[in-house]
Each structure stands twice: as structure tokens, then as C-alpha cells.
């Protein structure tokens, strides 16, 4: 068995969705011709009422966004790859880590892990990346709330929070930006993809900060 691992850490991310307005079945129903047609997908992110598998599905589209613009084959959706996915990035939260080498009992290497969902010979990638849900750039300082009353950044300007798509772009920016990354995207091999977010908090009191540990699996199933 192949893998191809890579590791980013990008600082990005932060207001309003319903949570889990998005169903596995709406994989069948979207495309990235019509994704935007999911209003929830264009709303702030709350971090109290997060949507994960929307913010799963506005990565995923965004992918195969880029996919397309290479003359490539769109992924498949695979929800044996997102399970995958979503077990690492929690896991990532759980354990206090950021890597493709998991401190999870069992679950050291993308080998293991891949069995564990029930996957056998799977020819497969990995991107890891990890984000504010605050919408600024990477490694960007900002002013905490105890400070100015609102997240704002170094001009004094107030930081809003990340919609789920622009949150996603922002992502798949990243990834496209990083040699590694682009090439998981971009490779011909792979026929499946799945995303999996975890969301987690840094800082104390009114100065804590949403964050998500993201993780993209692909697979040639």
C-alpha cells in the first residue's frame, strides 16, 4: 500500500448556521454548478452551533472546484473516507496533536487507520491543516476581545467570522499554495475524497477563540 503524506498548519478562520443542516444524501443532490443553491453554505459561522458536516461538504465542493479547473475527474464522495477523516481530526482535538502520526491507541499510521474503517489495499493521500474560524490570514496578529470589545485586527478593524464557504476556500487556498498539498488535490489516482473537521477552542474567558483541526483524506476505491 501507497501513501502519500503532507502536513500544513495555516492560520485562518471565525459567525451563523443551523447545526447539521446537511445530510450525507446531499452529496447526490450538489454539485459545484449548484452548491450555492444550499443558502446555509453562504452564513457565518457560529461556533456554539457549528454545522461540521456542512463545513465537511463546503471543503469537499471546493476541492473538486479546483479539480475542475485542472481538467480532472471530480472526486467521489466516500463516507467510509470521511469516517476516516473525522476519526483523525477529532482525534488530533482529543490527544493535543497536530500530524499525520496519530497519539491515538491503534491509530499511529494512515495504514491503521484506513483499516479500522474497513478499507483494504487502498491506494491513499492525506492533507492535515489547521484554522481560526476568525476570517484573517495566516500567522495574522489580532487584538483580543478584553481589549477592544471585539476580535480586531493590528489597523483596528473588526474581525468577522468566517461563512462556511469562504472558510472553505480559504482552506483549499492554503493546501493549493503548499507543493505537497497540491499535488494530493491534483493527483490523477485518486477517485474518492472525504473531509473531516473538529472544532476546538483556545484562550480563556471572553478572549477564547474558535479553532478546527481539518483533515482530507483521498482514495482510490
Known amino acids: 500500500m501507497k501513501h502519500l503524506l503532507f502536513i500544513v498548519s495555516i492560520v485562518v478562520a471565525f459567525q451563523g448556521s443551523a447545526k447539521n443542516t446537511w445530510k450525507p444524501s446531499d452529496y447526490n443532490r450538489y454539485s459545484i454548478e449548484n452548491i450555492e443553491k444550499f443558502t446555509q453554505i453562504t452564513r457565518r459561522i457560529v461556533p456554539e452551533d457549528v454545522d461540521i458536516p456542512l463545513l465537511n461538504a463546503a471543503i469537499f465542493y471546493e476541492t473538486n472546484r479546483e479539480r475542475k ?3 480532472l475527474p471530480q472526486f467521489q464522495h466516500s463516507s467510509k473516507l470521511e469516517r476516516l477523516s473525522t476519526g483523525h ?39 492535515i491543516a489547521e484554522f481560526y474560524l476568525l476570517e484573517i490570514g495566516e500567522n495574522e496578529p489580532f487584538y483580543p476581545p478584553s481589549q ?53 477552542y483556545e484562550g480563556e474567558g471572553i478572549d477564547r477563540v474558535a479553532r478546527v483541526k481539518i483533515t482530507q483524506n483521498f482514495g482510490t476505491l
Open 69 to 71: 479547473k485542472h481538467g
Open 148 to 200: 477592544f470589545g471585539y476580535f480586531k485586527n493590528t489597523q483596528g478593524d473588526t474581525i468577522h467570522l468566517h461563512t462556511y464557504m469562504s472558510l472553505a476556500t480559504a482552506v483549499v487556498k492554503g493546501w493549493m499554495n503548499s507543493p505537497g498539498h497540491r499535488a494530493n488535490i491534483l493527483n490523477k489516482k485518486f477517485t474518492h475524497m472525504g473531509i473531516g473537521n473538529a472544532l476546538y
Open 89 to 127: 481530526s477529532d482525534d488530533m482535538v482529543k490527544y493535543n496533536f497536530f500530524s499525520h502520526y496519530s497519539r491515538a491507541p491503534g491509530k499511529k499510521t494512515l495504514d491503521d487507520r484506513i483499516k479500522k474503517v474497513g478499507l483494504k489495499n487502498v491506494y491513499a493521500g492525506e492533507n
